[in-house]
């Protein structure tokens, strides 16, 4: 029987773990050596003295993709190389990560690397949100509609007026 998670052309993906904050220095190195890697990114909202800014991180924290191929190719380097501790194992084993988990993070990536993660969360109408970034911060309103994948419409009760408001989706939480 054949494995379906084996990708006929000899070339696999595989994990690799990382030093703590050290993902994009091993991901650089591992470019550097001739490696083909993928590591998805996202945007993440981070408060530092005071100011909230949205910042590029890994998607999965200490973990990037390697593709290797099963014969052949020297993965000795990948233990040395500085940011990585080495492949995943599974006891002697390697795991695979199947082309279809990659080929589903990677149509969802836009140019840069980034999943937008703040677009997956779907929000009903109607539904009540705190704006949690920005001048309205701390305001309660209505969730209205998303115009974009990375905006959204609210509906704010301001001054005894409802008002229709254009936020980052980043800006918004389920109340």
């Not at 970034?133 to 309660?140: C, E």
Request: hydrophobic share 35%.
């Amino acid at each position: 029987m054949i494995d379906p998670h084996i990708n006929r052309s000899g070339r696999n993906w595989h994990a690799v773990f990382c030093k703590p904050r050290q993902d994009s220095v091993a991901e650089s190195n591992l470019l550097n050596q001739g490696f083909e890697i993928f590591r998805p990114k996202t945007r993440v909202a981070r408060t530092r003295r005071g100011q909230r800014r949205i910042a590029l991180e890994s998607m999965f924290p200490r973990y990037l993709f390697v593709r290797l191929s099963q014969g052949g190719q020297d993965w000795g380097p990948i233990r040395s190389t500085r940011g990585a501790v080495g492949l995943v194992r599974l006891g002697i084993e390697t795991p695979i990560v199947p082309d279809t988990v990659i080929e589903s993070l990677r149509r969802r990536c836009n140019g840069e690397g980034v999943i937008n993660l703040a677009g997956a969360i779907e929000f009903k109408p109607d539904e009540l949100v705190d704006i949690i970034d920005g001048p309205l911060n701390g305001y309660r309103a209505l969730f209205k509609a998303r115009t974009s994948d990375e905006r959204v419409v609210v509906l704010l009760q301001l001054l005894q007026h409802e008002r229709r408001i254009e936020l980052p989706d980043t800006s918004i939480r389920r109340a």
